[in-house]
């Protein structure tokens, strides 16, 4: 195999398990496509700047078009004797045309052609996750209309702190969600650049056209330093970053609809298809497909890591370690693209069950912070009313009995300001239906916020 880097080196075949153990054929054969596309643009550019005469030009276009085709069918048998995806490719059309495939390479380095591939790899990835996100807050958003009606009890520290509206926990999702769209839309305008021209390290010196390559690419910019071009990673540990934090918010997610499902809380039901069963024990209904959600986070956060690890203590610019940055990148990729697709279908098979989480709401210290608020409005110091209330739930658990067991006369014993209509905040509806303040749990509220963003998102 004519290996890219000849000359130097005496004609012997490189040896077989040093190649096996340099290449990354396995890995980025994924960005056979960009690298072809950016062979193109290349040919493209010498051609315009006098490197490479038209007829030249012409063959190379349409051998590389035929191969573009050929990636994209998935029918290009390459052999595996490569070292990467950039020598492949130069390989074939080097066979297809040996004299003027010579002139292709011209002002070209591997080190910028992997991390222009890579880019153009990130920009196609970033936006198909924000669509993905996208369509999983859209499932998410009908769910919460489907359940405005619904209370169950808010946790803080795992505790049942105050009654919420089950939209509202769903909505907090979407906003999360939007968060992780916008750090998507950040590192892509950060990674739109091309660095084309850069060669190896130094640039060239010979005059080439980088603005015609960048615009055919579509990038934004060409870069402003070649060295920083062919060194920097930056960018890949900015989307793995993003990816590792959609990951982690995915696994939230799926840890909350873990536990209201589970008997003990039993909240709701996830559809049987993303459940399985026991081999053992008969009864057994598990939500693996939400835990293996909350297990491979694990992955994308490694990946992240072993990023950094990879990059510390490299000397700039280019080094051959960079070449280990593509799998945790491509796996982060492949990884949470599925966890959102399968997200958005899984979230479809969410029912509620009302009648268990009234029950949970029949726990009447949920309701206490609403009478240290009413006790506020009628003129109590806050810190008055939270120790008023603190002693009405130690005296209802020393005596064991509820807060609407208390008789008035008994409860004014703790405050004068209490009055009859105190009876009427220990009920769910109340609760939510009383809560003033903007992003708060009142469904009024939460509805509008439904309605702003299902515009947002159509
Ligand atoms: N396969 C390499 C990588 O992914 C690209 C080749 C780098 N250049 C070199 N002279 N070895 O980083």
Redesign the pocket.
């Known amino acids: 195999m004519a290996k890219?880097?000849g000359g130097r080196f005496s004609d012997k075949e490189m040896d077989e398990t040093v190649l096996e153990f340099t290449?990354?054929l396995g890995?980025?054969k994924v960005l056979a496509k960009y690298d072809c596309l950016s062979s193109k643009v290349h040919v493209e550019m010498l051609a315009k700047c006098g490197f490479i005469p038209q007829e030249g030009k012409d063959q190379l276009i349409s051998v590389l078009d035929e191969l573009a085709l050929k990636i994209e069918d998935g029918s290009w048998e390459y052999s595996p004797k490569h070292?990467?995806?950039?020598?492949a490719i130069q390989s074939y059309v080097e066979e297809k045309l040996p004299v003027v495939a010579k002139k292709m390479h011209t002002a070209r380095?591997?080190?910028e052609?992997?991390v222009n591939d890579v880019r153009l790899y990130c920009k196609e990835k970033c936006e198909l996750m924000g669509k993905l996100i996208v369509a999983f807050q859209k499932e998410l958003v009908s769910l919460a209309e489907k359940t405005v009606d619904v209370i169950l009890p808010g946790y803080t520290h795992l505790n049942r702190a105050q009654p919420v509206v089950f939209s509202h926990l769903v909505m907090a999702y979407v906003e999360m969600l939007e968060r992780d769209k916008g750090r998507l839309k950040g590192a892509l305008s950060r990674l739109d650049v091309c660095v084309m021209g850069s060669g190896?390290i130094a640039g060239s010196a010979l005059e080439l056209d980088r603005e015609f390559v960048s615009k055919k690419l579509g990038f934004s910019d060409i870069s402003a330093n070649s060295i920083d071009a062919v060194s920097d990673r930056d960018f890949i540990v900015e989307v793995v970053s993003v990816l590792s934090l959609i990951a982690v918010h995915l696994s939230r997610i799926s840890e909350d609809m873990i536990l209201y499902s589970i008997p003990e809380f039993g909240f709701l039901e996830i559809g049987a298809d993303y459940c399985t069963g026991s081999s053992l024990m008969p009864q057994k209904k598990n939500p693996d497909v939400l835990e293996l959600i909350r297990g491979r986070s694990a992955q994308v956060i490694s990946a992240l890591n072993s990023l950094f690890v990879l990059l510390k203590a490299l000397p700039h610019s280019?080094n051959?370690d960079?070449?280990?940055?593509?799998k945790p990148l491509f796996e982060s990729v492949e990884l949470v693209a599925a966890e959102l697709a399968i997200m958005a279908d899984l979230v479809k098979t969410i029912s509620l069950k009302k009648e268990t989480a009234l029950k949970a709401l029949q726990d009447e210290f949920i309701y206490a912070t609403d009478i240290a608020e009413y006790l506020v409005r009628k003129g109590v110091a806050f810190k008055n009313a939270h120790d008023i209330v603190g002693n009405i739930v130690k005296h209802c658990s020393d005596e064991d009995v509820k807060i609407s067991d208390i008789s008035i006369a008994k409860l004014k014993t703790f405050s004068e300001q209490l009055e009859e209509d105190v009876y009427e905040l220990l009920d769910p509806v109340s609760s939510v239906n009383n809560k003033k303040t903007v992003g708060s749990t009142n469904p009024e509220l939460v509805k509008k916020e439904i309605a702003k963003w299902k515009k947002k998102l159509r």
């Not at 070292?83 to 020598?87: G, Q, T």
């Not at 960079?322 to 593509?326: A, G, L, R, V």
């Open positions: 890219l880097w290449s990354s890995v980025d070292e990467d995806i950039h020598s380095s591997r080190n052609q992997v190896a280019y051959r960079m070449q280990e940055d593509k």
